[in-house]
Nanobody, 118 residues
């Protein structure tokens, strides 16, 4: 079974950077999409970025385009989310998730907290 472990969150000032990691195990092929989501208490979880492990295609929500970069090291079974030019509104618990291509996200890691101070 696929298991995910997210890490790399922390406290940073506005304008700063963090790199989140999502270490995965249990993949039987590269035909998975890995997504990063974030959640603030009282609000709906929102998708931030995702990457197709098989071809490297990426997708970002508009509010993070140009600031966040998702990448995958398939040899290490790790997906990264580089967060630059952070804003207080980026404060959230960030989760990584995996889905077989064409299916909904069904494997979730635990969250890692990102807090951006003004």
């Amino acid at each position: 079974e696929v298991q995910l472990q997210a890490s790399g969150g922390g406290l940073v000032q506005a304008g700063g950077s963090l790199r989140l990691s999502c270490a995965a195990s249990g993949f039987t092929s590269d035909d998975y999409s890995i997504g990063w989501f974030r959640e603030v208490p009282g609000e709906e979880r929102e998708g931030v970025a995702c990457i197709d492990r098989s071809d490297g295609m990426t997708f970002y929500r508009d509010s993070v385009k140009g600031r966040f970069t998702i990448s995958s090291d398939n040899a290490k079974n790790t997906v990264y989310l580089q967060l630059n030019s952070l804003k207080p509104e980026d404060t959230a618990a960030y989760y990584c998730a995996a889905a077989p291509i064409g299916y909904e996200y069904k494997y979730w890691g635990q969250g890692t907290q990102v807090t951006v101070s003004a």
